[in-house]
């Protein structure tokens, strides 16, 4: 931290904030918001979500009392401000590095953190389950699930609202509206509005207004003056009856970057029972022109040393990715995926793209630039955009749905009723499958190959380099029925992609290599450059799978007769996939060779680099080795 930021260094607790004056909190929300500038640029990390809520941050830990009040953030990636405020200031350049501060609350880091939230939408049924167990313990405790870019388009959080509107429960809702939301402000009129509608006075009134209405000589008089009171309201702001009619009582917009109004209008909220939403409006990348200009390209940043001070210079210097080298490319494989659906497209006008709200991590840009009226962003609604893929399927076009590994879990209900069950020709790209590094646990794509393998009808790939996975997704796509090709974030091995767009691979058939003697190798997807350095070392056969659903019993059986064991090494998890699967087919045949698994092991991964995490998991050629010493002497010794 630099001189300038004296009063910030002083925070090391929302109980610093309490007795501060607001000429101080709006110094301490300045050097914020230039501290976060300054770390999270030399770190890397999530950038403009965090900038856009320094005031609410500030205002939040001032006005209520966490940990016993829980301040729920979702999206997590909103929550930087907040670590900082909680005596995690010290810490922040090491977010998302191994052993550093995790890139969400985790309520395994930090008491101020009052739930993990990694995956969007889960505030408001936290923040009410919450209220339901502070009720039962008599608990007078204040809920706050602060709600924003984007988080509100996910079915769940309107699931919950219903809830909580039926249920009378005492929390608030705030709703960070960031344009990447629902809203536009609408101006210092529902500021001010919504001031004096939170004021305990006029709220009294309000109360005891309607107890009058009720017992006037007139039955419609309480009925007449609410619609009266809906239809002023929504003269300023139109969505006030959406969340009225959940049964909340709706305030705002109002200015997030004013933190006065905010801390007035909070300290009001604090004392009114029932369930309330506040909906503020801000800036993301608020303070940094160039997030500001571009949010979702400072979304996140890399690490980045700039040699200026300031941040006027240093704009001019940051870099969002490594200087081009004079190299050739080295494609990532989610930039594969985009190449062959854009080629697909241009021969098959039937193709239809579907994102749930990813289309610039899934590789969907040009795509969508190029063929806008075939592309299909379903916002954060990832069972909405499986069951859709359905209805297309049914209506004679070819959805792709590109998806995170990690937030496909979200729609499994429908990946096997509405698509499996029927058999319907969906292409699944999956994306982000393994490891995939600094957002840790739950973003991992661990568990896709296990859970999708169990499902009837699903055919399941996974390439080992670039030109194979190009190949692959013409196969998946070409196939009259569900099909998955998952592939992991990050660049490929370096191999150009020969195929044309009419390539496919033999349909469940799997790749011989290198043929050894005694162990035979099988690599399943990425890390074939770790299974190719441990059949070297031994002397092994290499078998590159491709398919995980069907496997090629063929080979495998023929394989298993001319060799003594077996190594198989997945970025996956070992519990239920690619391997456990020969496993059971070797059995049920009556190979009972001994087999070795290699993959990702019955626990969580950490933040940190892929490299550092595979590690762990003892996924590297050297580790493998030298567990595989043993099993490989006892064959040799026969």
Not at 451 to 472: F, G, H, K, W
């Given at each position: 931290?630099?001189?300038?930021?004296?009063?910030?260094?002083?925070?090391?607790?929302?109980?610093?904030?309490?007795?501060?004056?607001?000429?101080?909190?709006?110094?301490?929300?300045?050097?914020?918001?230039?501290?976060?500038?300054?770390?999270?640029?030399?770190?890397?990390?999530?950038?403009?979500?965090?900038?856009?809520?320094?005031?609410?941050?500030?205002?939040?830990?001032?006005?209520?009392?966490?940990?016993?009040?829980?301040?729920?953030?979702?999206?997590?990636?909103?929550?930087?401000?907040?670590?900082?405020?909680?005596?995690?200031?010290?810490?922040?350049?090491?977010?998302?590095?191994?052993?550093?501060?995790g890139p969400f609350p985790s309520i395994f880091e930090s008491e101020y953190d009052a739930f993990g939230v990694g995956h969007s939408s889960t505030s408001i049924s936290a923040a009410l389950g919450m209220a339901i167990g502070a009720k039962h313990h008599h608990e007078d405790r204040q809920l706050i699930a602060v709600i924003g870019d984007g988080a509100l388009t996910a079915g769940q959080a309107f699931e919950a609202l219903n809830h909580?509107?039926?249920?009378?429960?005492?929390?608030?809702?705030?709703?960070?509206?960031?344009?990447?939301?629902?809203?536009p402000n609408v101006g210092a009129l529902s500021t001010m509005l919504t001031r004096m509608l939170s004021k305990p006075a006029l709220q009294s009134i309000r109360e005891g207004g309607a107890k009058i209405l009720e017992h006037l000589p007139f039955p419609n008089a309480l009925d007449i003056a609410k619609r009266a009171e809906a239809h002023v309201k929504s003269t300023v702001a139109e969505q006030s009856v959406?969340?009225?009619?959940?049964?909340?009582?709706?305030?705002?917009?109002?200015?997030?970057?004013?933190?006065?109004?905010?801390?007035?209008?909070?300290?009001?909220?604090?004392?009114?029972?029932?369930?309330?939403?506040?909906?503020?409006?801000?800036?993301?990348?608020?303070?940094y022109a160039k997030a500001e200009a571009e949010?979702?390209?400072?979304?996140?940043?890399?690490?980045?040393?700039?040699?200026?001070?300031?941040?006027?210079?240093?704009?001019?210097?940051?870099?969002?990715s490594a200087p081009p080298t004079t190299k050739p490319k080295q494609l990532t494989y989610t930039e594969v995926f985009s190449q062959w659906l854009c080629d697909m497209a241009a021969v098959d006008p039937n193709?239809?793209?579907?994102?749930?709200?990813?289309?610039?991590?899934?590789?969907?840009?040009?795509?969508?630039?190029?063929?806008?009226?075939?592309?299909?962003?379903?916002?954060?609604?990832?069972?909405?955009?499986?069951?859709?893929?359905?209805?297309?399927?049914?209506?004679?076009?070819?959805?792709?749905?590109?998806?995170?590994?990690?937030?496909?879990?979200?729609?499994?209900?429908q990946l096997i009723h509405d698509v499996a069950i029927q058999n319907l020709d969906v292409t699944f790209a999956i994306d982000r499958a393994g490891i995939v590094g600094p957002d840790g646990a739950t973003h991992a794509g661990t568990f896709d190959m296990a859970?999708?393998?169990?499902?009837?009808?699903?055919?399941?790939?996974?390439?080992?380099?670039?030109?194979?996975?190009?190949?692959?997704l013409t196969t998946a796509y070409q196939y009259?029925?569900?099909?998955?090709?998952?592939?992991?974030?990050?660049?490929?091995?370096?191999?150009?992609?020969?195929?044309?767009?009419?390539?496919?691979?033999?349909?469940?058939?799997?790749?011989?290599?290198q043929r050894g003697e005694k162990l035979l190798v099988i690599n399943i997807g990425a890390l074939i450059a770790t299974a190719t350095a441990v059949a070297e070392h031994?002397?092994?056969?290499?078998?590159?799978?491709?398919?995980?659903?069907?496997l090629d019993r063929e080979t495998l059986l023929e394989l298993a007769k001319t060799h003594q064991a077996i190594i198989t090494i997945e970025d996956g998890a070992i519990m239920g996939g690619a391997g456990s699967a020969i496993t059971e087919l070797l059995n049920d045949e009556g190979y009972y060779l001994p087999i070795k698994h290699f993959g990702i092991k019955d626990y969580y991964p950490q933040h940190g680099e892929r490299e550092e995490i595979l590690a762990d998991y003892g996924l590297t050629a050297e580790a493998i080795i030298n567990e595989s010493n043993q099993l490989v002497n006892i064959i040799n010794n026969k």
């Open positions: 931290m630099t001189n300038a930021t004296t009063l910030l260094q002083e925070i090391d607790s929302p109980d610093d904030l309490k007795n501060r004056s607001l000429q101080d909190l709006q110094t301490i929300s300045d050097e914020l918001r230039q501290f976060l500038i300054e770390s999270v640029l030399d770190s890397g990390g999530h950038f403009a979500s965090g900038l856009g809520v320094v005031e609410l941050s500030v205002a939040l830990n001032h006005v209520f009392n966490p940990p016993f009040d829980k301040i729920i953030w979702d999206v997590g990636h909103q929550a930087y401000p907040h670590k900082i405020l909680t005596g995690r200031k010290d810490r922040i350049q090491t977010i998302r590095k191994k052993g550093g501060l909580a509107g039926d249920l009378k429960s005492n929390m608030l809702v705030i709703l960070n509206d960031n344009n990447m939301s629902i809203s959406v969340f009225e009619e959940f049964g909340f009582q709706y305030f705002g917009p109002i200015d997030g970057h004013d933190l006065p109004t905010l801390i007035t209008t909070l300290k009001n909220l604090k004392y009114k029972h029932g369930p309330k939403l506040l909906h503020i409006t801000t800036k993301k990348g608020k303070g949010p979702v390209k400072f979304h996140a940043v890399s690490a980045s040393k700039p040699t200026a001070k300031n941040t006027q210079n240093r704009e001019s210097t940051d870099q969002i193709l239809m793209a579907i994102t749930p709200a990813m289309c610039e991590g899934s590789g969907l840009v040009a795509f969508s630039q190029r063929y806008p009226q075939r592309f299909f962003d379903t916002a954060i609604a990832e069972q909405h955009a499986v069951t859709l893929g359905a209805g297309m399927a049914l209506s004679g076009v070819k959805p792709v749905v590109a998806i995170y590994s990690t937030f496909l879990q979200r729609a499994y209900d859970y999708l393998r169990t499902i009837p009808n699903m055919v399941i790939m996974a390439p080992s380099n670039e030109d194979e996975c190009y190949q692959m009259k029925g569900p099909a998955a090709v998952r592939y992991p974030r990050g660049k490929g091995i370096g191999r150009a992609i020969k195929a044309s767009i009419q390539d496919q691979l033999p349909f469940g058939k799997s790749h011989l290599l031994f002397n092994a056969s290499l078998l590159d799978l491709r398919f995980i659903k069907p």
